[in-house]
């Protein structure tokens, strides 16, 4: 088979890996790509958002499947135009990614399905936002309803915090189109967990369980980012929460979807609060999560390829996973001034060290000229491992990234719970 990959991502640099391992596969291209997916895969040069030559593309190549890593195409409907083309595809609809795309579709469609998620209320007027704010207790949750490349989400702590993130989104309209609406919600306290599951709009395929960790710094200090590290499976997980978040928040989903003609296919990644009251759904999104591939492939024994045509051919009842029963972890090195505006440009050293000591590397932020690897973005590589412990598996990561360079490099120290 020949399998194209799009994106550009630590996320997808751990999907063509897995992919690389099909007995199934000949080929795989992938677009964007960055250096490491250079190295398993045939770079192509077309931008992810540009859905008509992507699949132009495929058509010219006979591509037998495409796998589509970030949001960004599939809120385009790059499924859509691949199925007018009779094109497989791995990924929801347009329609069917709105539960990723618009925060206040997938609020209402929460609130009419039963599915557990915080209080809320939508609001496209600056003065009723307002109002509303001096009836709430802080701090507050207010995001975009559309999609802002993970800068959408503000936590409020007080009156003041809210009111200038109010006027940010609906009078200075800093988030465009995405910004014309927001949701202003109740926040919750408890422990996040990382849900994933792959459906054929039928039925809900449960991978490993995993978590992330956002925020920047240390003791989950400083400012929310994509994902500093991840590690599988979650330690808060027990086969009582498992059947809970299936029965109470991802099934009712799938079946809801269906419900409403927007069946969906592809991934399903939750993000959950356990609270003590129970599993909470904070967001859904309609793409793997990253870091939390990096660390979930690790451990993934079956044939990829399996899961994904499952899911496009509507027979995931078929199919079964097996996962490694050791535990992974994946740490995030990061360029200088990550999240915000960040350097590029720095040669990076010592890899193949590291990579002879770590179990893998995956590249996010990497370019390779005159043969040299050179950081091109905020999250430059993913060093993940596994062991038969979390202190096992974070020592070989943290002993491999002592052999790597980059002018500025910073990552935190204390992935896994392992200090
Ligand atoms: N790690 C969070 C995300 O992928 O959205």
Redesign the pocket.
Known sequence: MKILVIGSGGREHALTWKISHSKRVEKIYALPGNSGIGELAEIVDIDASNIIEIADFVQKEGIHLTVVGPELPLSLGIVDEFNRRNLKIFGPTQKAAQIETSKVFAKEFMKKNNIPTSGFKVFNSAMEAVNHLKSVEFPVVIKTDGLAGGKGVFICKDIKEAEESVRTILLESKFGKAGEQIVIEDFLKGEEL?FIVISDGKRALPMATSM?Y?KALENDEGPNT??MGAISPSPIISEKLFNEIMKTIINPTIEGMRFEGKEFRGVL?A?LMITPSGPITLEF?ARF????TQALMLRLQSDIIDIFEGSVEGSLFDVETKWDDNVSGCVVLTSDGYPGNYETGKEIDGLKRAKASASEIFHAGTKFENNKHFTSGGRVLNVCSKGKTMKDAMEQIYDSIQFIKFDNMFCRKDIGGVK
């Open positions: 990382s992330d956002k994509g994902g990644y993000g999104n999560g990253d870091p939390e």
